[in-house]
């Protein structure tokens, strides 16, 4: 399936860019995460177990559990800090 | 329910007239403004960038609104948050809450407030004499909005 | 803190833009305003009387006020209420609390105004199509107020 | 002592008066009550225990046992209900 990519905020400046398209063979958020943290350096430090941040699919907060369907848009960004 | 995200500016008392237009019955309107302030963590502020991330951010704070409609007697609610470059002392986010009587309105009003520093996607960027620095989330906004959970009517 | 008894309406975004003016750690106001409705206790209410105790209202809103600030970090705290022949529709009282962070100033906006209710010197009378009527007190104002007895920052 | 004594309201428009000048030779709240009640009709009434109104001695809110002094200023008035 592909998928949209989003990064924001500090996320965005450590991944050095704002969104991407995705080819991914997984089903779920967590096999996502799983991908992206294979590609080493920022993406294995700023995703790994125990970072704070948060994933949303389709716009709606997710969780590790949530199962992916191509074309999703899905985003990753640090705990909100808006208000 | 109004609900926007802007760079510009808003008017409080302007946003509250349209809240209220043509209603006799609203015997109360409970608001909230957060300000960009000068200091924040012992470091001076110069400056702030709000960054969002558009359509989530529209889509979670009606989320937040309908949830408040769905627990307190409301007539009408309006939410306004700013992106972009603001200045200390510049208005930041508007919540109020329109209703007959003053507890649904205030707690209404709180409760909007504390999911939406938890769950509506924005994030503070600040200009500092050290630097510019990400604002980091604070634990005591998640324990403001785990107040709300599985409760009736005003938190402890 | 500044207290007011009047006549004339006010305009809740000039109170407010006062209560911060020159003041770049205000972080948060709460404020309320209560309006004159146009029905009350299942009667139309064409219009409304409020008389009010001079001396004494002044003496006891500047006591909740201060209470308030001893109970909350507050930076500053507004209270006007009017007086005299009001319409529906017409705003009745302000209360606006300016703070560093918005937990004090929501608080601290609910208390003043719960003791408002119960404790300040000011009595309603209604015209309804049945001829005029005194406002009788609520026994929910009275549990309002007696919530923050004895209770540090928030009621249940 | 004399007293000024205000009502407000209800009890203004009951009382038909808004102050007087009273001579009074008791001591408390609860001396005062009783000769104002022994004046009958709405005084009576509109006093008699079990009824809700409120007493303040010099713009404080007072208790039955609050003692009086001479020039006080007391006022009586149902429950509030501004706001």
């Known amino acids: 399936m592909t998928l949209r ?22 089903a779920t958020v967590a096999d996502l995460l799983g991908a992206l943290r294979a590609r080493g350096d920022a993406w294995a430090e700023e995703l790994a177990a125990g970072r704070s941040f948060r994933v949303a699919v389709n716009q709606e907060l997710a969780t590790p559990d949530t199962r992916l369907a191509d ?13 | 329910m109004k609900i926007r995200v802007q760079t510009e500016a808003f008017d409080l008392g302007a946003e509250i007239d349209a809240l209220r237009a043509g209603r006799l019955d609203v015997g109360a309107v409970a608001s909230f403004v957060g300000y960009a302030r000068d200091i924040n963590d012992g470091s001076d502020v110069r400056a702030m960038t709000l960054e969002h991330y558009p359509g989530m951010t529209e889509k979670a704070l009606g989320t937040l609104a309908d949830e408040a409609a769905a627990r307190w007697t409301l007539i009408d609610a309006t939410v306004v948050h700013r992106v972009g470059r603001l200045l200390p002392g510049d208005p930041i986010v508007l919540v109020a809450v329109a209703s007959r009587h003053r507890g649904d309105a205030f707690a209404a009003c709180a409760f909007i407030m504390d999911a939406l520093k938890t769950r509506a996607p924005f994030w503070k960027k600040e200009e500092t004499p050290a630097g510019e620095r990400w604002v980091e989330a604070r634990a005591s906004d998640d324990a403001a ?12």
Chains 1, 4 share one sequence.
């Not at chain 2, 909005?145 to 402890?156: E, I, L, M, S, T």
């Open chain 2, 145 to 156: 909005a785990a107040r709300w959970a599985d409760k009736v009517g005003r938190p402890d």
């Open chain 1, 71 to 83: 074309r999703a848009e899905v985003a990753i960004f640090p705990p909100v800090t808006g208000g």
């Open chain 1, 5 to 26: 990519m989003l990064y924001f905020a500090r996320l965005r400046e450590r991944f050095g860019q704002a969104e991407e398209c995705l080819a991914f063979d997984g």
